[in-house]
């Protein structure tokens, strides 16, 4: 028999790692869904970690069943509002929760790595752009953009390295990767009320795509994200940053002569003497290998996951406001 959603207890009980177990939804999605939709509010341990309950659990097998019917996360979102509103009764499929949690598991992103792969080094767009509104339908864009396009953007860059594809391929992949991240960029409304914060590439580095994927994450969530691209100076990135009065300046560097190139910019925005002056913050591959060049720029190391800076950037905007 079909139950109602509220039948189910709110008593909170279960950690992270069992509701991914039994709604097979990874734990960054259930985050990202909690933050962006607010689609559930997990009650808190005393050390912070979220606890959920059985109606929650059952909340999200709901959610995985529409988004298995084929609806996107905000249209089932909105679903749900309007079920809420007009007071009307949710109902879960009792044959639902031993499917999500067996045979009808979602299917890792990592499976849609090599069909982009594939297509993109058969120079087939078509097929790409197939492969991209697949995860796009499947997963929240953050987990597409570091699931899927990363790992694929690796691969083809191993190919060429091997001498398995031309340059000319690699070339062709990255230009359609960047372009549909530049339009993507585009897509999200501009919000001149949020804190700017402005991003780009260190000195020198002509690697973008982590810059331009976390570019699009900050303009996602609402920030008013301005992109510059590869190979900016830093002595302008920072005047222009005070300027226009932005909140934080974020840089990348794939290489250690860009990374340290990077390390006069925390002293040149203090030498501003700007009243209320902007962070900075850095990522990029040569960070992330090797921990001695964090030592090196004094700023906020933002992290390898840019759906995990994305986080640490709220936090500290809030402190910062905050006064801390
Ligand atoms: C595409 C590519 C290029 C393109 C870049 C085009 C563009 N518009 O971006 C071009 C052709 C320009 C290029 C040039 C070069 N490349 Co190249 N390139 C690549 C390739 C294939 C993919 C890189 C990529 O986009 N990865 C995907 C992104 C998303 O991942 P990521 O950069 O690692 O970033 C991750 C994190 O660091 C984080 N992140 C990144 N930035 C930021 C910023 C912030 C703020 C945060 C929070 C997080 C964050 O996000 C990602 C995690 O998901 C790699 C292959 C590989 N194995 O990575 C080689 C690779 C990086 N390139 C390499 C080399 C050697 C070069 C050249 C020196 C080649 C040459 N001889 O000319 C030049 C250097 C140019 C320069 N001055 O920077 C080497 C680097 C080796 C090393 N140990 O440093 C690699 C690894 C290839 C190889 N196997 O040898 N390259």
Same mark, same amino acid.
């Given at each position: 028999?079909?139950?109602?959603l509220?039948d189910y207890?709110d008593?909170?009980i279960?950690?992270? +790692?069992?509701v991914e177990?039994?709604?097979?939804?990874?734990a960054?999605?259930?985050?990202?869904w909690?933050?962006?939709?607010?689609?559930i509010?997990p +009650?808190?341990?005393?050390?912070?970690?979220?606890l959920?309950?059985?109606?929650?659990?059952?909340?999200?097998?709901?959610v995985r069943?529409?988004? &298995?019917?084929?609806l996107?996360?905000?249209r089932?979102?909105?679903?749900?509002?309007?079920?809420r509103?007009?007071?009307e009764p949710i109902?879960?499929?009792p044959?639902?929760?031993?499917?999500v949690?067996?045979?009808?598991?979602?299917?890792? #992103?990592?499976d849609?790595v090599q069909?982009?792969?594939?297509?993109l080094?058969?120079l087939d767009?078509?097929?790409a752009d197939?492969?991209i509104?697949?995860?796009?339908a499947l997963y929240?864009?953050p987990?597409?953009y570091v699931?899927?396009?990363?790992?694929a953007l690796?691969e083809i860059?191993?190919?060429?390295?091997?001498?398995e @594809?031309?340059?000319?391929i690699e070339h062709?992949?990255?230009?359609y990767?960047?372009?549909?991240?530049?339009g993507?960029?585009q897509v999200y409304p501009h919000r001149s009320?949020?804190?700017?914060?402005i991003v780009?590439?260190? #000195?020198?580095?002509?690697?973008e @795509?982590?810059a331009?994927i976390f570019?699009?994450?900050?303009?996602?969530q609402?920030f008013?994200?301005?992109y510059?691209?590869?190979d900016?100076?830093?002595?302008?990135?920072v005047?222009?940053a005070?300027q226009e009065?932005?909140?934080m300046?974020?840089?990348?560097?794939? &290489?250690?002569a860009?990374a340290?190139?990077?390390?006069?910019?925390q002293?040149?925005?203090?030498?501003s003497n700007?009243p209320?002056?902007?962070l900075?913050?850095y990522?990029?591959r040569?960070?992330d290998?090797?921990a001695s060049?964090?030592?090196q720029?004094?700023?906020?190391?933002l992290?390898?996951?840019?759906?995990d800076a994305v986080?640490?950037?709220y936090?500290l905007?809030?402190a910062q406001? &905050?006064?801390a």
């Open positions: 028999m079909r139950r109602q509220e207890s008593e909170p279960y950690n992270m +790692k069992a177990q039994q709604t097979g939804i990874s960054a999605t259930l985050r990202a909690e933050r962006r939709y607010l689609l509010e +009650k808190r341990t005393a050390s912070g970690y979220r959920y309950s059985d109606r929650d659990i059952a909340l999200l097998r709901w069943q529409q988004m &298995n019917d084929g996107t996360i905000s089932v979102v909105a679903m749900l509002e309007a079920a509103q007009n007071g109902y879960i499929e044959s639902s929760s031993a499917a949690a067996t045979s009808h598991a979602p299917q890792p #992103p990592s849609f069909p982009l792969v594939q297509a080094i058969s767009t078509e097929r197939e492969v509104e697949q995860t796009f929240t864009m987990t597409v699931e899927v396009i990363t790992p690796i860059g191993e190919l060429w390295h091997r001498g @594809i031309s340059i000319s062709f992949a990255t230009t990767l960047r372009g549909r991240l530049l993507l960029l009320d949020m804190p700017m914060i780009g590439c260190a #000195p020198g580095e002509r690697h @795509i982590g331009l570019a699009v994450m900050l303009r996602q609402g008013n994200t301005i510059l691209g590869q900016v100076p830093v002595d302008d990135i005047q222009t005070i009065r932005a909140a300046i974020c840089l990348s560097a794939g &290489n250690t860009s340290l190139a990077l390390r006069d910019v002293a040149l925005i203090e030498q700007a209320n002056p902007p900075f913050g990522g990029g040569a960070f290998s090797d060049l964090r030592q720029v004094r700023g906020y190391y992290g390898s996951d840019p759906r986080n640490l950037i936090n905007l809030r406001r &905050n006064g």
